[in-house]
């Protein structure tokens, strides 16, 4: 039924009976993220919208100094060892990909002439290649024209294996070659229908120099001096660098957009922690922009009486969550805990896992800890604006929930904590060290209690959590523990390797070092076979309908208990305007920021 | 002297070999590793960040890499950084400077303060200069930097705006501007640590003083007629010195390796940001070459308190 419905709403866009706006509410009510909803449209025949600039002054530079702080300095600049946004955040600032996400979700053509569609001819209808066409008459910093052979080259010196880059995922499936000096193709091996990924955003898209890192591709990677000091094609030209410390740029004269950039100079200190920086742009003004600015809404509130500065908000994807252990922690099989030959004692009664999800209060959470920066959810797949499912739903009910354990079997013992057939109601509850995820576990914990449900909390150094190390007991993917909260970026508009993680055959065992994704250890064939066909399924709406299915599925089953929407907060000075997206990084739409006086 | 010299440097071979076997070995069993934010980046997958591992070589046994490193070491081959992939030796060369200045200008600061302090007070010992002196000197020590230099931003930055609490390594003046930017910025995490080791070094000049004032060789100078100034700077003073000298000369290491809190405070991009963060990061490289040069650094000084002993005090004879 969503099928045809979509289909005839994508018939009434072509032939203008709807607007593109409605058609991404109209999508967005249904599940569905405005990035992939523009996917949606263009594959369905109807070209991508390009994102509509804010950007106001008539002229190139002006605008004297961009003070720039993140608490965490850039150690590299090179998009493709980033080992963090910061790092592509700050290589964003000299190097380009083809076409950025605007804060709706739209594509904004950067290197490229052109946003591919099938009407243009530029995108197969069945998703197996798309061809960009790119920006003639645009100069790398020092001189040498941008070609498609830098495009072609970037592809190539990424998927090697010997160079070592965190972005080889997104370019070793696929083939690019060039057909003329400003035209790419690019052929994937299967139906691809997200097929902006590659060469798009700041995450993975950033395009290299040829001529600079022809030399250093393969093992010898580590000794580009470029790696260190960018020659890019972006707004700003490349002056000075120390890792950890400060990046600093000066206008790019020759830059390929109009009366662009508007700063004359821009430099991005790091170090530090998010409350000081917070307070050195809204109270005292020393800087323009404050990164990731993940601190308590009421410390927020009271920087920015009588400030210099306000915060502002961008919406993406991130959730915030609860995941629950499906096999047993505290048995021990074949030298493994949590192994698949186990069931978890408790959870395997569907009602504790509801009674559970019933006891996280999401509206304290959200006045109590987050506040403007997030929004309650029932949904494990978040979008940008009116992302809901209109299928799911969430309360928070303590007598619901404990009338619930009660039909459930599960009766209060001499101690107040219920128990059944011997087995108490007793968790662990573990997460990484962060303020915010303390208190949100004492918030679940004091419900919980209130129920009859014993919980013990736990808290790991985030980078011992969230580490590759195999010998370490603590980390998310061993799931050690009965529950677990933290968050998984969606860092790219398409929810499909999101929704990957929980296959099956991706469980995290002793056999894989526990490199599989589904840390969960949560089987479901239907899950399986829905995930499989989306990603076989050239059909967008088909396509869309079955993600849906699966954030349902995720639901019903009470897998993850969704804590928090949580949306980017910056801090911004009172006169700067800068553009920034839920779904790319806050340095992606830096061509288009200036200042109002 | 230079036989001397040149037995405690052999000496501090082994010595240092054991620091660095210690300093590797935990670091090595220390849980986490370089890469764990590529963990739940969902565009990483877990294949990555394994394959970087073994690139690094994160996944050979620990001698092996104690070893790897150490052979390296010798030939003057620091490493390079996980998180920066940029050579060890650059990147602290780069945080030198930050870190001599304001730590450097702390200490003489500290030293300005205690030297002439301390000795007034012990010449007078329980007069009303000395009760404020060591209450002062109490206050201070207790304090710490965190809570003074969070105090002094919110005094000095945010109510009355005047002096900035990020440091800037890239001032946009020239000439004398420059010299006075760089004065303005670096008052206030100067005053914060100067003060705080001034305390600490005034009540341990003063002690040393009246250890010293109390001796007969100083009545007996006294005695004969000297004047005050005359037997408290050439008689007591030297004296007193000995220990004063064995303390500065352990806090001159400090100089280089930089001071963790208040560097994070005030984002100076000195040596001790620059090691709290890769010990946050778990890059390796760089944690085990800092703590080393340090380890080098103390043996060093070490060295130089006890020849100064010889030049203080003629009867401590160096063999």
Redesign the interface.
């Known amino acids: 039924m969503l099928d045809k419905e979509l289909r005839s709403m994508i018939g009434d866009v072509k032939d203008g009976r709807m607007d593109r706006r409605a058609f991404i509410k109209r999508v967005a009510a249904v599940g569905l993220a405005a990035p992939l909803a523009n996917q949606i449209l263009a594959l369905g025949g109807v070209a991508m919208a390009e994102g509509v600039s804010t950007y106001k002054p008539t002229k190139r530079g002006g605008g004297g ?1 961009l003070k720039l ?1 993140w608490w965490q300095g850039p ?2 600049l ?1 998009p493709h ?1 980033a ?2 946004t910061k790092d592509q955040d700050g290589s964003r600032l000299f190097y380009e990909p083809l076409a950025c996400w605007d804060p709706d979700g739209n594509m904004k053509l950067v290197l490229a002439a052109e946003i591919p569609s099938v009407q243009n001819g530029l995108l197969a209808a069945d998703g197996t290649s798309v061809t960009w066409k790119l920006k003639p008459g645009v100069k790398w910093h020092d001189g040498k024209p941008f070609s498609a052979d830098d495009v072609v080259f970037t592809w190539e010196y990424v998927k090697d ?1 010997a160079t ?1 880059t ?5 370019y070793r499936d696929l083939k690019v070659e060039k057909i003329d000096d400003l035209t790419v193709k690019i052929t994937f091996a299967q139906p691809t229908p997200f097929w902006a990924d590659a060469f798009v955003g700041a ?2 898209g950033q395009i290299l120099p040829k001529h600079l890192f022809a030399d250093y591709i393969g093992s010898k990677s ?1 000794e580009a001096p470029t ?2 000091s960018p020659v890019g094609t972006g707004p700003y030209k490349f002056v ?1 660098f ?5 990046i ?1 740029g000066v206008i790019n004269p020759d830059y390929h957009m109009a009366n662009r950039p508007y700063f004359d100079t821009i ?1 991005m ?5 998010a409350v ?1 920086a917070a ?2 742009v809204i ?2 003004g ?2 323009d922009f404050g990164w990731n600015i993940q601190v308590e809404d009421d410390v927020l509130l009271r920087l920015e009486k009588g400030g210099k500065g306000k915060t502002i908000y961008a919406v993406g994807g991130d959730t915030e969550f609860i995941a629950l252990n499906f096999t047993d922690p505290n048995v021990e099989v074949d030298g493994e805990r949590s192994s698949m030959k186990t069931k978890h004692p408790l959870f395997s009664d569907p009602a504790v896992r509801k009674a559970l999800s019933m006891l996280v209060d999401r509206d304290s959470i959200k006045k109590a800890i987050y506040g403007r920066a997030g929004r309650t959810t029932a949904n494990f797949l978040n979008g940008p604006e009116k992302f809901v499912s209109k299928n799911t739903s969430w309360e928070f009910s303590i007598e619901k929930a404990s009338k619930l354990l009660d039909d459930a079997g599960w009766k209060p013992g001499a101690d107040g904590i219920r128990e059944k057939d011997g087995k108490k109601l007793k968790l662990l509850y573990q997460t990484s060290i962060n303020g915010p995820r303390q208190k949100t576990q004492a918030i679940v914990k004091q419900a919980c209690q209130k129920a009859g449900i014993e919980v013990e909390l736990k808290s790991v ?9 195999v ?2 007991p ?1 980390t ?2 061993k799931f050690y523990a009965d529950i677990e909260m ?7 508009p398409d929810p499909s ?2 929704m990957r ?1 929980y296959l099956s055959s991706n469980v995290a065992t002793k056999e894989n ?1 526990w ?3 589904n840390f969960p250890r949560w089987v479901n064939k239907d899950y399986d076979a829905a995930i499989n066909a989306a990603d076989k399924e050239m059909d967008p709406i088909k396509r869309a309908a079955l993600y849906i299915k699966c954030n349902d599925l995720l639901w019903e089953e009470t897998v993850f208990i969704p804590a928090m929407h949580r949306l980017k907060v910056e801090a911004a000075a009172n006169t700067l305007r800068p553009v920034i997206s839920g779904w790319a990084n806050e340095t992606d739409n830096l061509f288009d920021w200036y200042r109002e006086e | 002297m230079s036989q001397y010299i040149l037995r405690r440097l052999m000496i501090a071979i082994p010595s240092l070999l054991g620091i660095s076997a210690v300093l590797f070995f935990v670091l090595a069993l220390a849980p986490g590793d370089p890469f764990s934010e590529l963990a739940t980046n969902p565009n990483v997958p877990p294949e990555v960040q394994a394959a970087l591992r073994a690139k690094f070589g994160l996944d050979d046994p620990i001698y092996l890499r104690y070893l790897h490193w150490l052979s390296a070491m010798l030939h003057g081959d620091w490493g390079f950084s996980f998180v920066s992939r940029m050579n060890v030796d650059t990147l602290i060369l780069q945080r030198l400077p930050a870190t001599l200045y304001v730590i450097g200008s702390a200490q003489i600061l500290a030293l300005l303060i205690a030297i002439p302090v301390g000795v007034y007070a012990a010449t007078k010992p329980y007069s009303l200069f000395d009760q404020i002196a060591s209450t002062l000197a109490f206050i201070g020590f207790s304090l710490p930097t965190f809570f003074t230099g969070l105090l002094f931003i919110l005094i000095f930055s945010v109510t009355l705006d005047w002096l900035p609490f990020v440091y800037s390594t890239d001032i946009k003046a020239t000439g004398i501007r420059w010299v006075l930017e760089m004065i303005r910025q670096a008052i206030m995490p100067v005053a914060v640590l100067g003060l705080f080791q001034a305390a600490y070094m005034t009540r341990f000049v003063r002690s040393a003083m009246l250890d010293v004032i109390r001796l007969d060789y100083v009545t007996t100078a006294r005695a004969k007629g000297l004047g005050q100034a005359k037997v408290i700077v050439k008689h007591v003073m030297r004296n007193a010195m000995i220990p004063v000298v064995t303390l500065i000369a352990l806090q001159m290491p400090a100089v280089f390796g930089g001071a963790i809190v208040t560097e994070q405070i005030f984002r100076i991009p000195g040596i001790g940001s620059l090691l709290i963060s890769s010990i946050l990061s778990n890059d390796t490289p760089v944690v085990m070459a800092v703590t080393f040069v340090f380890a080098c650094l103390v043996v060093l000084f070490n060295l130089i308190a006890d020849v100064l002993y010889g030049w203080l005090d003629p009867r401590i004879s160096l063999r």
């Open positions: 100094a702080l150690t590299l090179n060892f080992t963090g294996p070592a965190v972005t080889i995922a997104t995450g993975a580590r790696n260190l000075e120390k890792p950890g410390d400060l600093r430099e200190k790091g170090g530090g922690d000081s307070r050195a109270q005292t020393e800087y150094v985030a980078s011992v959590f969230f580490s590759s190390d010998a370490n603590d998310y993917p933290f968050q998984i970026p969606l860092s790219q390797q999101h993680r070092k490199q599989g994704t």
